[in-house]
């Protein structure tokens, strides 16, 4: 459902900023679909542990401007970028800085827990990947510089939605879903936001990184 939404509003007429110019009933009903899946990872995730190792999905996104172009509600907060100066920004580096995962790098021993944050006014993705990629937004895939999407961003039933202000209970390490290694995580529409997790035995080491967090 996502994609096709998507599809659909990058097809459009577009701004300055190359970015369509939708009505606003349209515009709703995208954001909408992603709030109504971000409320459901917000419900799922609220019981946060304690001893977790948290990781920060940042942005800043003002809201006003955002929501002009995306819709109602895209945008949440007091962030004092606007989305002029966003796509500006993406398309001199291929990076919106304040659009980061924090940490870059993480290292954990077996047995920690990890907490995921959302602490932007955006909807983001924190999403295990086996190779770094683009997401499912197209143009934010080109103007990045990450023209193939990474596959499990593809896979819209798996991808759990985080909204602004939201917190998702993460993989403990040395579980199935976070063996010792080394381990890729990216947001599924901002494709810059990007963290590698080493995981190590207690006084082990886990395999080295095979790229870098970023793209550059």
Known sequence: MLATLYEQLYSEPTNQGGFPMKTKHF????????????LLSLTA????????????????????????????????GNGHTTF??????????????AWRNQPSNMHLNVGRDTLIENRGGETHTFTPVAEF?????????????????????????????????GIEVG??????????????????IHPWMRTIIEVHQPGGQASPAQSQAHHH
């Open 27 to 38: 515009q709703t009903m995208i954001w909408a679909a992603v709030a109504a899946i971000a």
């Open 45 to 76: 995730g609220a019981g946060a542990v304690q001893g977790d190792k948290k990781i920060r999905l940042l942005d800043d996104c003002e809201p006003t401007t955002f929501n002009a172009v995306l819709g109602d509600g895209a945008c949440v």
């Open 84 to 97: 002029d100066e966003f796509i500006a920004e993406l398309a001199a580096t291929q990076d919106a800085h």
């Open 133 to 165: 990629g683009g997401g499912f937004v197209d143009e934010l895939n080109g103007i990045s510089g990450n023209p193939v999407p990474a596959p499990e961003c593809l896979n819209f039933g798996a991808i759990v939605f985080i909204p602004a202000g």
């Open 171 to 188: 993989p403990t390490a040395g579980s199935s879903d976070l063996p010792v290694g080394s381990h890729k995580f990216q947001c599924c």
